[in-house]
């Protein structure tokens, strides 16, 4: 399935169309999956957007596209040609195109450890077995640069809660895909690889923390870490793990490919804290893709209201 470039809505469509996105998503997500199923022929191409039948009573004006703060979203095309992405490149320009043919079908994402219902699920079963809502976050990167972002996406919790987590269980475990074949950046002996991320058990059950599969209503494309990513928005950008096949129910606190690439640089809680700058530079600002300028970082990314709490009396400059 190739869909022309013509097919790709415009954001200006996209915007206006959102209302009606949000009450079609799920079913449009739904709806491509099962198509998947049927296709032999993986491809790494959106699917074509949903519209209203021709004729059909056109969808309510929706507002203008922002988070809760107010800040426009960033585009589709500064999301989808500025990515970290390691397994490809240190080049987040250069991302987009060589991951361009990634193949995201046929993919599994296999869920254990301390759970009492193990699972496989193959994509389309997670397209289809949970509601995709949208979410606008604001994604801040360690190296200071950030955007917002209209994810699609569901509550990790949701799938956590399939698994059924043991009272052992303690932390959660994300591992991406190991393909140094496809993927010239896995080639590069700095990093242990596959890239792995974890969270505390808590804050993966928390419902800001969500697995996304899409965003401006789109499947995710390979540079965004198709076809499912982690998206935890009071955190470093790098906590985000993509393009993730296992998922592991653990005791003891994992260590992530940046704690083990630069153990006095990179800690296990990553959280945006404007207070904690990094050993090299500081973390008080942040340049807005697309905007002139630096804007002040917010505490938990403007988070802190919803997540503060699961840090109470803990040092978060040495829980850094
Ligand atoms: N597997 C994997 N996940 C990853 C990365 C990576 O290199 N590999 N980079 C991280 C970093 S540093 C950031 S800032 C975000 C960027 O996500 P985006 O390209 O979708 O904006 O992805 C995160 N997830
Ligand atoms: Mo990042």
Redesign the pocket.
């Given at each position: 399935m190739k869909i022309p470039s013509s097919e790709i809505t415009p954001e200006h469509v996209y915007r206006n169309r959102r209302q009606f996105m949000q009450a079609a998503a799920a079913l449009a997500v739904g709806a491509v999956a099962a198509a998947a199923c049927g296709s032999p022929t993986p491809t790494a191409e959106p699917p074509a957007p949903t519209r209203p039948a021709p004729g059909a009573a056109a969808p309510p004006t929706a507002g203008p596209l922002t988070d809760e703060l107010g800040d426009p979203a960033n585009t589709f095309e500064e999301?989808t040609n500025y990515?970290?992405?390691?397994?490809f490149t240190t080049d987040k320009q250069k991302v987009a195109v060589l991951a361009r043919n990634y193949p995201t079908r046929p993919w599994t994402v296999e869920v254990g450890g301390l759970v009492r219902n193990p699972k496989t699920f193959a994509i389309e079963d997670i397209l289809s077995r949970f509601d995709q809502e949208e979410r606008i976050y604001r994604?801040r990167?360690?190296e200071g640069w950030s955007?917002v972002i209209p994810w699609l996406g569901f509550p990790l919790r949701k799938l956590l809660e399939i698994v059924e987590p043991t009272s052992e269980a303690r932390y959660v475990r994300f591992q991406?895909v190991l393909d140094p074949q496809r993927m010239p950046g896995q080639r590069n002996p700095w990093y242990e690889w596959p890239?792995v991320e974890g969270l505390r058990l808590d804050e993966a059950m928390h419902d800001l923390t969500i697995l996304s599969t899409g965003l401006y209503g789109k499947l995710l494309l390979p540079?965004?870490?198709a076809p499912l990513r982690l998206v935890v928005p009071w955190k470093y950008?790098?906590k985000?793990?993509?393009?993730i096949v296992r998922i592991d129910l653990v005791a003891e606190q994992p260590s992530s490919l940046w704690m083990i690439a630069a153990p006095h640089e990179y800690g296990f809680y990553a959280n945006v804290n404007p207070d904690v700058p990094h050993p090299r530079w500081s973390q008080r600002t942040e340049r807005r893709i697309g905007e002139a300028g630096r804007r002040p970082t917010l505490m938990f990314n403007g988070y802190a209201e919803q997540v503060a709490a699961l840090y109470a009396g803990m040092d978060l400059r040495k829980y850094y």
């Open positions: 999301i990515n970290n992405f390691y397994e994604l990167c360690v955007m991406s890239y540079q965004n870490g950008g790098f985000s793990i993509k393009s």
